[in-house]
Structures are given as C-alpha cells and as structure tokens.
C-alpha cells in the first residue's frame, strides 16, 4: 500500500483517507504481524564502553559562531568525577559536534566539524582554522553517545538550548539553530539556495528522509554524522584525509569514533541510503578540502521540502522530550534541530496516537516493500541484517512510546487500505491502490525557536 511516486500532483500530499475500519490495537496487532515481531521486542545497541560513566559535560569554547572558535576544541569531563572519568575515545561516552554554515550572499551551504578532546588533553593534531563567508550564518548540532551530556562555557555567546547545569538529561542540543534555519528559509525564497530532490529509490518510492515513518523510531533525528579519529593514546583529531594520512603513516592510529549508527541521521545516510541506492546531500568540507560529507541540518532541509505525506513528526510522548521522567509541554512538535524548517504545507505535531499508527501502518509497509534490498544490507547491529534491525527497531519505538494496544481510534484518518484484521498479510505491500506521493519543492517557511531539552533515545 505504500503510494507510487511516478505521477505529481497539485495538492502536496494529498492522498485518499478512509475513518479506521480497526480499533488502534487492531492496526499495531496486523503491523507486528507484517513485521513477524513482538512490540516488546527490543533492539538494544549499546556502543562498547557503555558501562563506563555515562553522564558528561562539554564545554562551548569562546566566540563558538565564528573561524576561531569553530577551531577550537570543545572539552569533554565527567559531570561528576567520582563516578569515572569521561573520554572521547571511549565511543560509549563520545561526544560530537557538527557545524553547518550559510553564505548569506551566495546562498552556499558547506559545514565544519569542530573536534572534542578530553579535558587536559591536546588534539593529535591541531584542527584546521575554516575560512568562513562574509556574515556566515553558523548553525551547531551535538550528539552523545552516553545517557546524558551537560553543555557548560560559552553556550550564552553560541545561542546554545539543550542540556544544561540545570537541565542536564539529554543526548543533544543546538547553538544558534533557529537564525540558520531562518537564514536558509530566506536564501530559498530568494532562489540562492537550492535543496536538491530526493531521488527514487530501488523500490520506486521517494528516497528515505528523517521524516520517513520507515525510518524513524520513537522519536526522530538526533545524531550528527560526524566522525573523529582517535590515537592509540587517546587523543582525537578530526576525521580529514589528511590527519588520517599522517596519523597512518605514523602508525598512531587508533580507531575512528563515530556516533551511535541506531539513530536516524547516522542510519539513514550510512546504512539505508547505500541499501536503496540513494545518494545523501553532500556539501564542501571546510576542515578537509576537496572532500564533501552529510550533516544533520542537510538532512532536515530536504526533509522539510520533499518529506512527502504521512510526515513523521515528534509526538508529544517521547522520550526525547523526556525531564526527569517528566513529560515536558516543549516536547510538543519540534525536533531535535532546535529550530527546525517547518514542514512544507504545515502537518499536525503533537499527536501520539497519529504517529502510533502512521509507524504501525505506513512504517511497515515501508519496511516490508524495501525487505529485497534490506534483508542482505549490513545494520549497526552486528549478527543482524538492515531487514531485521529495522523490524525490531519500530516494535520496540512502538513499546517504548507506551502505543495503545485497544480502543477506538480518535477521529484522525488513517490511509485507505489498512489492514484488515481478517486479511492474511501480504509480505510485500501493494503499491496499486493509493495515489502517487508528491514532492514537489517549495520554499521552506520562517521556523520557530525550540527550546527542548531532549531526553535518552534511539
């Protein structure tokens, strides 16, 4: 049932709904049967170095918007010492720090990866100082691989939300977001920023984005994709050709410490992109000349042009917006981009139950249709095929989301052609009843600024 992608229509989106024929338990129990699993089956990935101290703090270096504070390292410690120590080349307590930048003149995008090293501790070798444009626009991701990471420095001079000393739980935050994505909004609709198209992938749909209920877990986004390189002492460097050529050459190599590959922007440029034969958008590297490479805000640009519908929105209980095991009102809508595009043509946020279903009906659907070039392709899971983690990831977002297993649907549509609950399931989802997706490209509206405090998640 998943919508073909060859025709284009007016209206983006629009596509037949019918009320739910099922109770809600109904769709979830036909959606574990397509998937062959359990919603209490869990897929946990935990990086090695786990059980170390989980909770760290990374300090924002002075001027973190301009060149020279792009090239300076953040510090990674412990947030409590008398718990371990925290290290960067530990990958179960990595941090990551990615740096998107937009030539307000030109409209040119490229992105800077500022490295982590441990407090006390010098980079093997010095970052690369970026030749920033006139008036950048500069927008920070991070990323933890631990439970929970403090932002402390100068997070007020680098318009930083996310944790902090007095709101510590979280795995991710943003530096001045909201004024990068406002600033790519703008170069849109002067036609100086041009998002590239999704391209079609093997099974004839639409390229996977963030925003695709296939992809996302109970949550969505949420990792940078940087990588760093790290020495057999423990000292890091950034990941560029020529560190990695010097640092090889020299036999000081260690390891390269990446972030967790579960979560969705890592996933779907690494593992989903190369299984369906998509191409990530790629911009220059400012740190590694002649060499291009993803990033999270790429991805949440073309997400919010070309996502076609149903869009995968965070909903409001998710661990993501978690504080304390307590479900914060912030939590309603926005990403993990801090400042996030808004979607093309607007999308209701906020509704559990809606994303309940769109995972349970359109996720899987999307799952079982790619099966053919999944069920062969590698996962972040060791032992298990992208087929198979991606199953066992949706069952347990489904779980950890708290779904409802019985009762009446709200008035929310749902796709015509739900499951029946009397239907043997097909393993390969029909594409012949429901209209074509669009994704047709229009000019990204003005975002609003988030201030989410983002919990633990895939």
């Known amino acids: 049932m ?58 924002v270096p002075a001027d973190p918007l301009t060149a020279r504070g792009l090239a300076a390292p953040y510090t990674l410690t412990a947030t409590d010492p008398e718990k371990g120590p925290c290290r960067e080349s530990n990958s179960g307590q990595a941090a990551f720090v990615q740096a998107t930048v937009l030539d307000p003149a030109s409209g040119a995008v490229s992105v800077y990866n500022p490295l982590v090293v441990d407090k006390g501790s010098e980079p093997a070798v010095s970052p690369v100082v970026p030749a920033l444009p006139v008036d950048a626009v500069v927008g920070i991701w991070f990323s933890f691989n631990g439970a929970a990471l403090k932002l402390t420095g100068q997070t007020a001079a680098g318009k930083c939300i996310g944790p902090s000393p007095t709101q510590p739980r979280g795995q991710f935050a943003s530096c001045n977001a909201p004024a990068f994505f406002t600033a790519a909004a703008s170069a849109q609709h002067t036609g100086r920023l041009t998002v590239p198209r999704l391209g079609t992938a093997r099974d004839g749909e639409p390229c996977p984005t963030v925003r695709d209920t296939g992809l996302v877990g109970h949550d969505r986004s949420g990792n940078v994709t940087t990588e760093y390189v790290t020495t057999a002492d423990g000292r890091t460097a950034q990941k560029t050709a020529d560190n990695t050529g010097r640092l090889h050459s020299g036999s000081l190599i260690h390891a390269a410490v990446a972030p967790l590959a579960a979560r969705d922007n890592y996933l779907l440029v690494h593992f989903e992109d190369p299984a369906l034969g998509c191409t990530p958008w790629t911009v220059p590297d400012l740190a590694d000349p002649g060499n291009k490479v993803t990033a999270l805000a790429l991805d949440e640009l073309q997400a919010a042009n070309f996502q076609p519908s149903p869009i995968a929105l965070v909903p409001v209980k998710s661990p993501m917006g978690a504080e304390a095991n307590q479900q914060s009102p912030a939590t309603t809508g926005p990403s993990p981009a801090g400042g996030e595009p808004p979607t093309v043509g607007g999308a209701a946020k906020g509704d559990l139950k809606a994303y309940c279903m769109n995972l349970a009906t359109f996720g899987t659907q999307r799952i079982n249709l790619d099966k053919e070039f999944t069920v062969s392709a590698p996962s972040p899971q060791a032992g298990r095929s992208l087929f198979d983690f991606l199953t066992r990831r949706l069952a347990a977002s489904l779980t950890s989301l708290g779904c409802p297993q019985a009762g009446a649907p709200s008035p929310t549509t749902v796709p015509t052609g739900a499951p029946s609950p009397t239907a043997t399931p097909a393993t390969t989802p029909s594409r012949t009843t429901t209209p074509s997706r669009t994704t047709t490209p229009t000019t990204v509206p003005m975002p609003s600024p988030s201030t989410t405090v983002f919990g633990n998640h895939w």
Do not use: M, Q
């Open 2 to 59: 998943i919508r073909k992608s060859g025709k284009h229509h007016s209206s983006a989106g629009r596509r037949r709904v019918t009320r739910a024929s099922l109770t809600f338990g109904g769709i979830l129990a036909v959606g574990a049967s397509l998937l062959s699993v359990s919603f209490a089956d869990t897929v946990p990935v935990a990086p090695p170095g786990a059980r170390a101290n989980p909770n760290c703090t990374l300090a």
